[in-house]
């Protein structure tokens, strides 16, 4: 029993990394609706006269994210001279990641820096914060938080077609509790920033899919 208490405890204090949107600003035709976390708003605002918000785009281009005035700091890489390299290929890592994760809406593909959309939805941002953390930090008290990664990033998705943002967000996350073993969406001992990217990725799937899990799906039972 108690070996059985210890794996399923592992696996809650390891399972937590994660990103999660912030604060998110909607537009769609004449629409437009501001939502933000209860901390920061006290409900959901709408100013229009309808709020159905763009999907099933045609194709989905992606420009790899800023990260010019990002914050890049914590275990990155096995050196400081290797940060600057580190840091500018980063948006090519998370173009890939996000590419591989929105083909599932659309057929999608990474724009050349001279190369423009002309139709579907242009998915472009900023990255703000990324922070390796400390594996050293993760070994000893990760469990409870400590030398945790962290990921902050602004993501904007533009309809080509009608040449407006259809939607903006913040997001905010990363491995938050978890030991030196890690998980499959957590580092462990390894480099925390790949790891924080793929989860970005596909938590800008889900944000941007209608039913990513299919939830209510059924083939054969009908309501009476």
């Known amino acids: ?32 609706t501001t939502t933000a976390d209860a901390k920061d708003s006290k409900g959901v605002y709408m100013t229009t006269n309808c709020g159905v918000g763009a999907a099933e785009p045609k194709a989905i281009y992606i420009r790899p994210f800023c990260i010019d005035n990002a914050v890049f700091i914590g275990d990155q890489t096995n050196s400081d001279g290797e940060m600057p390299i580190r840091k ?8 890939g990641d996000l590419k591989e994760q929105l083909e599932k809406i659309a057929p999608a593909r990474i724009l050349k820096d001279y190369e423009t959309p002309r139709t579907g939805w242009l998915v472009e941002g900023e ?16 469990h409870f938080g400590a030398g945790a990664s962290h990921l902050a990033l602004h993501v904007r998705v533009t309809d ?7 939607y903006e967000f913040d997001m905010a996350g990363g491995s938050k509790l978890q030991g030196p073993a890690g ?12 790891f ?14 209608p039913n990513a899990f299919r939830y209510g799906t059924r083939s054969s039972v009908a309501l009476q």
């Open 1 to 32: 029993m108690k070996p059985l208490f210890a794996i399923l405890s592992t696996f809650l204090f390891c399972s937590c990394a994660d990103m999660h949107v912030t604060k998110t600003d909607v537009a769609g035709g004449s629409t437009r």
């Open 88 to 95: 500018a290929l980063t948006p090519h890592e998370f173009a």
């Open 127 to 142: 990255f703000v914060l990324l922070d390796g953390g400390s594996p050293a930090a993760r070994f000893f008290f990760g």
């Open 160 to 166: 080509v077609d009608k040449g407006i943002v259809v």
């Open 183 to 194: 998980t499959v969406r957590a580092s462990g001992l390894g480099k925390a920033r790949s």
């Open 196 to 209: 924080d990217l793929v989860n970005a990725a596909e938590r800008i799937y889900l944000v941007l899919t």
